[in-house]
């Protein structure tokens, strides 16, 4: 079983930067790819961006390409996001997730563990 506990959000001005973080409850966190989708009120969760265990190699969804970073470091069971530049459609409650796999997934069914959400709300 995985646990995962976001921490950092909150509420920030357009063009700002807040950083999310994701600490994982796994013996074995190597093993999973680590992800952060998002949603936004009466809108369906989104993939934001995935690191993968290994190699670390990154994917972002291409509304957040160039402006929010993830990062992991395995040694603290913890996934990171950087998000600057921040628009008010980065609007949401932000979600880290996990799945048992090497491989980069975007969609929101290959994973299987779940964080409670971190709201961010960012104001024009």
């Known amino acids: 079983q995985v646990q995962l506990l976001e921490s950092g959000g909150g509420l920030v001005q357009a063009w700002g930067s807040l950083r999310l973080s994701c600490a994982a409850s796994?013996?074995?966190?190597?093993?999973?790819?680590m992800a952060w989708f998002r949603q936004a009120p009466g809108k369906e969760r989104e993939f934001v961006a995935v690191?993968?265990?290994?190699?670390?190699?990154?994917r972002y969804a291409g509304s957040v390409e160039g402006r929010f970073t993830a990062f992991r470091d395995n040694a603290k069971n913890t996934l990171y996001l950087q998000m600057n530049s921040l628009k008010p459609e980065d609007t949401g409650v932000y979600y880290c997730?996990?799945?048992?796999?090497?491989?980069?997934?975007?969609?929101?069914?290959?994973?299987?563990?779940w964080g409670q959400g971190a709201q961010v709300t960012v104001t024009s």
């Open positions: 997730a996990a799945s048992n796999t090497k491989i980069i997934n975007t969609t929101k069914d290959e994973y299987e563990f």
């Open positions: 796994v013996r074995n966190v190597t093993s999973y790819s």
């Open positions: 690191v993968r265990p290994i190699g670390l190699n990154t």
